[in-house]
C-alpha cells in the first residue's frame, strides 16, 4: 500500500513521522537537523520507507491567518517539491496540512503519558510527536480519500 511522511517543521530541527503500509496510524520517528542537507537526508527517508505522500504541518495562527512560519513552511514546501524531480520520486505528492494546536496536544500528551520531566524538556521529542500527531490527524480526515 502506501506509507506517508509527515512533518513538523522548524528552523532549527524536523520532526519526522511515518504511517504504516495502510496509511491510518501514524508513528513519530525521529528529529533530523534543518540544514543545507535536509533534502539530502528526507529523499533517503522517502527511499528506505518507500513513502509515497509527503505531509508538511502548515502553520496558521489561531484566526486561520499566516504568519512568518507560515511563509517559511510554504517555501519549504516548494524546495521539497524541487528536490523531488528524479524519476524515482515521480507520483510522490507533497501536501500542506493544518498543524494548530500539535505542539499543545503533543505537550500535554507526553506529560499525561508519565514521561519524565527530563525527556520532556528535550526539544526533539516534541517535534517527533507534534509530526505523529498532525499526520495522524491528516490520516484520520483522509480515510475514505484514498
Same mark, same amino acid.
Given at each position: 500500500?502506501?506509507?506517508?511522511?509527515?512533518?513538523?517543521?522548524?528552523?532549527?530541527?524536523?520532526?519526522?513521522?511515518?504511517?504504516?503500509?495502510?496509511?491510518?496510524?501514524?508513528?513519530?520517528?525521529?528529529? +533530523?537537523?534543518?540544514?543545507?542537507?535536509?533534502?539530502?537526508?528526507?529523499?533517503?527517508?522517502?527511499?528506505?520507507?518507500? &513513502?509515497?505522500?509527503?505531509?508538511?504541518? /502548515?502553520? +496558521?495562527?489561531?484566526?486561520?491567518?499566516?504568519?512568518?512560519?507560515?511563509?517559511?513552511?510554504?517555501?519549504?514546501?516548494?524546495?521539497?517539491?524541487?528536490? !523531488?524531480?528524479?524519476?524515482?520520486?515521480?507520483? &510522490?505528492?507533497?501536501? +500542506?496540512?493544518?498543524?494548530?494546536?500539535?505542539?499543545? !496536544?503533543?505537550?500535554?500528551?507526553?506529560?499525561?503519558?508519565?514521561?519524565?520531566?527530563?525527556?520532556?524538556? &528535550?526539544?526533539?521529542?516534541?517535534?517527533?510527536?507534534?509530526?505523529?500527531?498532525? +499526520?495522524?490527524? /491528516?490520516?484520520?480526515?483522509?480515510?475514505?480519500?484514498?
Amino acid at each position: 500500500m502506501a506509507k506517508f511522511l509527515g512533518i513538523d517543521h522548524g528552523s532549527v530541527r524536523l520532526g519526522i513521522a511515518v504511517s504504516d503500509d495502510n496509511a491510518s496510524v501514524a508513528f513519530g520517528r525521529e528529529v +533530523l537537523k534543518n540544514d543545507k542537507n535536509i533534502f539530502t537526508g528526507l529523499k533517503k527517508f522517502i527511499t528506505e520507507e518507500n &513513502i509515497k505522500k509527503v505531509v508538511i504541518g /502548515y502553520p +496558521l495562527n489561531l484566526k486561520g491567518e499566516k504568519t512568518q512560519q507560515t511563509l517559511e513552511v510554504e517555501k519549504f514546501s516548494e524546495e521539497m517539491k524541487a528536490s !523531488l524531480i528524479e524519476p524515482e520520486f515521480a507520483g &510522490i505528492e507533497v501536501v +500542506l496540512w493544518d498543524e494548530r494546536f500539535t505542539s499543545k !496536544l503533543a505537550a500535554d500528551s507526553m506529560l499525561e503519558s508519565g514521561m519524565k520531566k527530563k525527556h520532556r524538556q &528535550i526539544k526533539g521529542n516534541i517535534d517527533i510527536i507534534s509530526a505523529a500527531i498532525m +499526520l495522524q490527524s /491528516y490520516l484520520d480526515s483522509s480515510k475514505n480519500k484514498f
